[in-house]
């Protein structure tokens, strides 16, 4: 008997003899069941003449292939393989946000571990350049005291700002770098069911970090330079005479430069995973991204927007209650946030506001880096076909042979190999 599942007519038999059913098990002489008392007895009718063909069957029977013209039953297609954190086959919006929620449940203690450095870190080095720029008078807080400032108190004052809100700035980006970085690892080996230590992202990481700093500040220079290019004219117009004009032609330009630098960033938005998990260079990656990204530009526009919004949103629920505290806690108390004497504030109200920054940093850096690097393997998954390396890496039985060799698509594997 054949065990593949088939159709059969009632009283067909495999051996021939009139009377007997296909089903396993059935007596020799059964009649067929559930027929009415008009038709014939067992033996007295034929599939093709006579009393004509019988009803089609009402359910699967075993034994036998199914007769020409009759369609096999739909199960439905097998679920996607999941071996990690996200199923194998192209992702929605929510899965990509839940596969980075779940990436940070499984490997709480790596990722976490990982946000919390940097962000102490980068809000270590906020909380000292904002008590500075509390304390020094050469900022520009102390131009607040004097009633008429000389020009060189004003550029003292504008050197001493910049100067350390760039070191802030630097301290950021370098820790942005970094948590981008290993986070990245992490996914990657999450989504194939892999456990990774924080000792495995950082050897992941650690050579391919130069190059994700280049490539972070060629895009903040890119991005810089539009914006310079939209307001300079109008700037030039204001000094010229023309402060109107020039305002407004400074707001037009910004604008249109804006709308300029978001296309743009959207475009290059998957060369930092791109970088990561393929081991490009900076070029080669913003080239892959502009690649991924072509034809699905609102899709990913659309889901970075989203994780901004869920990013605000869980941060402002975190720190609003600290920066409440720190302002009852300050030396002026809510009397010097409402009057915008943020130097009366003092380091109280600072070291508050750092806590639950450094608090609300530590839950919102997976998520964000999730995101990118979840959205960069979907993209390569439905243009690549990316879950083939993915299954055969994650050892899926079926797929160790799925890729014929180095031409593979997706043969640029995810897993940072």
Known sequence: MNDSPGW?????????????????????????????????????????????????PTGPVWGGPAPSGWQQPHWGAPPSPKPGVIPLRPLGVGEILDGAVSTMRAHWRTVLTISFA???????????????????????????????????????????????????????????????????????????????????????????LPRLLGLTLLLSLIGGGIIAIGIVPGILVAV?????????????????????????????????????????????????????????????????????????????????PFAVVGMAAGNDGLSAFASGNQAGLGWTYLIVVGIGAVIGSTITFPIQAGVTALLYMDQRIRREALDIELA??????????????????????ATGG
Request: hydrophobic share 45%.
């Open 8 to 56: 059969a007519s009632p009283g067909s038999s495999p051996s021939g003899e009139p009377g007997r059913t296909d089903g396993p098990g059935a007596p020799q002489d059964a009649a067929p069941q559930n027929w009415s008392e008009q038709q014939p007895p067992a033996g007295q009718w034929q599939a093709t003449g006579g009393w004509g063909a019988p009803p089609p």
């Open 392 to 413: 055969r890496a994650a050892g899926i039985p079926g797929h160790s042979d799925a890729l014929g060799g180095a031409g593979a698509p997706g043969n640029s594997s």
């Open 240 to 320: 010229g005479g023309a402060t109107a004009a020039g305002a407004g032609l400074a707001f037009l330009g910004g604008a249109v430069a804006l709308g300029v630098v978001v296309w743009l960033m959207i475009r290059l938005s998957l060369a930092s995973p791109a970088l990561m998990l393929e081991k490009q260079g900076v070029l080669k990656s913003m080239a892959r991204s502009v690649k991924l990204v072509r034809g699905s530009w609102w899709r990913i526009l659309g889901i970075q927007l989203l994780t901004m919004i869920l990013v605000y949103i869980v941060s402002s629920i975190i720190q609003i």
């Open 118 to 208: 940097v962000s102490l870190l980068t809000q270590g080095a906020m909380l000292l350049v904002q008590g500075f720029m509390l304390d020094d008078s050469a900022t520009l807080n102390s131009l607040d005291e004097g009633a008429a400032p000389s020009f060189d108190d004003v550029m003292n004052a504008v050197g001493g700002t910049l100067a350390a809100g760039g070191l802030a700035l630097v301290i950021t980006l370098l820790g942005s770098v970094i948590a981008t970085a290993m986070l990245t690892m992490v996914i990657s080996r999450a989504v194939l069911g892999h456990r990774v230590t924080l000792a495995e992202a950082w050897s992941d990481a650690r050579h391919q």
